[in-house]
């Protein structure tokens, strides 16, 4: 895959100062701006363009950012642990986020937005290949029998993306 990430402006959101150092790290190739409150990612948000958004869900209400980040067509990608359910998986897609990921896997964030970048790239959708990658991962999480509380809306994501 080509490296896609280096050169490019993320922000990273986290009310958890550790996350941010940590993800920071991971992503020296590009140029990272950080928050750890939603007042000040919305105003990063709002004055400044970044090619990634990373947003926690939890503690910086990550949903009204994706808004934001949303109605200035740029790239968000949730990124939780406390949120990590079903529910949230689908309120991120519906919402507009490119992906969503679980923070026990932040070691491969760098690969995870090369991914992510690569579908735009090529006119694919965020989200295709997404129930491939991670599906044993939430069906280990979850149990494997996780996307039948709501059938129809897993029929109709094949569909979707």
């Given at each position: 895959?080509?490296?896609?990430?280096?050169?490019?402006?993320?922000?990273?959101?986290?009310?958890?100062?550790?996350?941010?150092?940590?993800?920071?790290?991971?992503?020296?190739?590009?140029?990272?701006?950080?928050?750890?409150?939603?007042?000040?990612?919305?105003?990063?948000?709002?004055?400044?363009?970044?090619?990634?958004?990373?947003?926690?869900?939890?503690?910086?209400?990550?949903?009204?950012?994706?808004?934001?980040?949303?109605?200035?067509?740029?790239?968000?990608?949730?990124?939780?642990a406390h949120a990590l359910s079903p529910e949230n998986i689908k309120k991120s897609?519906?919402?507009?986020?490119?992906?969503?990921?679980?923070?026990?896997?932040?070691?491969?964030?760098?690969?995870?937005?090369?991914?992510?970048?690569?579908?735009?790239?090529?006119?694919?959708?965020?989200?295709?290949?997404?129930?491939?990658?991670?599906?044993?991962?939430?069906?280990?999480?979850?149990?494997?029998?996780?996307?039948?509380?709501?059938?129809?809306?897993?029929?109709?994501?094949?569909?979707?993306?």
């Open positions: 895959m080509e490296k896609l990430l280096p050169g490019k402006r993320i922000l990273i959101v986290d009310d958890e100062l550790d996350v941010l150092e940590a993800l920071e790290e991971l992503l020296t190739m590009c140029t990272v701006a950080k928050a750890d409150s939603f007042q000040a990612a919305k105003e990063l948000l709002e004055n400044e363009r970044f090619d990634i958004v990373v947003l926690d869900i939890m503690g910086v209400d990550g949903y009204e950012l994706l808004k934001i980040a949303n109605s200035r067509n740029m790239v968000a990608v949730m990124l939780t897609f519906k919402g507009g986020a490119a992906s969503y990921l679980p923070k026990e896997e932040i070691s491969e964030i760098a690969s995870f937005l090369e991914e992510v970048l690569q579908a735009k790239n090529e006119g694919r959708h965020f989200w295709s290949g997404w129930l491939e990658k991670w599906g044993d991962y939430y069906d280990k999480r979850f149990g494997p029998e996780w996307r039948c509380s709501d059938k129809e809306f897993w029929e109709k994501f094949k569909y979707w993306i």
